[in-house]
């Protein structure tokens, strides 16, 4: 079996203009005017309402809310006019990036209107590390609401994506498997027709269009099929352990998300030892979250090395899925390399 490098193919695959547009969305806009009147609004009602605190009556309240504005108001427009001037290389990090740097400039803008205040004589003694928490604050909330409004825009471009994220996986799935039942074909005749027709079988399930995603029994279907071949090509040298909660299974997937992460712990864990490996795959509910892992012994030197799974697709699937409650993490635990997923059951949070 001729496989230079596992999942090469979606690893070296580069995605199409409009499935891109989504890895390089960016969170927040400060260019539109619209936008900027509804970040003032919100900044200055929510000092506005603070100040309801400390005011001792409404005469009190409303020259409160006109000497904060002297500071606030700059600061604020100084915070969109940075955004909206870096908006091109803000796009280019990841969402957790620009959430990032919203917040800071927001701590920023907070210790501006500070420092404005302060000349004005109304902050004393300043309170610099008060501004840059409430900025950052008032920030994180402005970057929440648009980002909120850019995803309720682009659902036809975050189904691309996924869709190009998806298929990706299939050629390099198809052609791999196929391998492996043409190295039974050619070792050991008698299996071949078992072999094939579970083959058949994969394929059936593995390469239809889902309507969406899968679920985790569907996923867990998929990839007993896909071990039940490797088991016929390695013998004893694949050690396979279930340890499977049921209530579990009803949990949604992207499809096809499961089947890469086992070739990967055969590709690297059974493939380099001659004595092979053991590969234990389970799942648990925990509370309302679905918990996979599959985890495989490491042969001697292989290290980190060996792993080169794209995990940024696998991540990236999740993440359209699921937004921020899917998680993906992997790694060396000890002697053993784990791939984790989290999701939420369905209903969940409803």
């Known amino acids: 079996m001729k496989d230079p490098q596992i999942l090469s193919t979606f690893e070296n695959s580069k995605p199409t203009a409009e499935a891109g547009a989504v890895a390089r969305l960016l969170v927040f806009d400060a260019c539109r005017v619209s936008l900027v009147l509804r970040a003032v609004l919100y900044v200055e009602a929510v000092l506005a309402v603070a100040l309801m605190y400390v005011a001792s009556d409404f005469t009190d309240w409303v020259a409160q809310v006109a000497m904060v504005t002297g500071g606030a108001l700059p600061a604020t427009l100084l915070w969109l006019i940075v955004g909206c001037a870096a908006k091109r ?64 825009r682009l659902p036809a471009t975050t189904k691309a994506r996924l869709e190009q994220l998806q298929s990706s996986i299939r050629p390099h799935f198809l052609f791999n498997t196929l391998n492996t039942a043409i190295a039974l074909v050619r070792q050991e005749p008698a299996k071949a027709e078992m072999v094939l027709e579970d083959l058949a079988e994969l394929f059936h399930h593995a390469l239809v269009e889902p309507e969406g995603n899968f679920t985790l029994e569907q996923e867990l279907t998929l990839a007993r099929r896909y071990l039940e071949i490797e088991q016929v090509r390695f013998g004893d040298r694949l050690r396979i352990e279930w340890a499977l909660d049921e209530r579990a299974h009803g949990a949604r997937l992207p499809p096809l998300i499961l089947q890469p992460l086992v070739e990967n712990a055969v590709k690297h864990g059974v493939e380099p030892s001659a004595t092979g490996a053991q590969l234990r795959v389970s799942t648990e509910l925990r509370g309302q979250v679905a918990i996979i892992e599959i985890s495989n012994t490491m042969p001697a030197g292989e290290g980190r090395r060996g792993h080169t799974i794209a995990l940024a697709n696998v991540r990236d699937r999740l993440r359209l899925l699921h937004d921020i409650e899917g998680s993906f993490q992997a790694g060396l635990v000890g002697d053993r390399y784990q791939a984790r997923i989290e999701v939420p059951m369905p209903g969940w949070g409803a």
């Open 89 to 152: 290389q803000i796009a280019r990090l990841p969402w957790a990036g620009q959430y990032a740097v919203g917040m800071a400039l927001g701590a920023m803008a907070g210790i501006y209107a500070c420092g404005m205040l302060s000349l004005l004589g109304i902050f004393e003694p300043a309170r610099w590390l008060a501004s840059a928490f409430t900025g950052a604050a008032l920030a994180a909330g402005l970057v929440a609401a648009l980002a909120w409004r850019v995803r309720g």
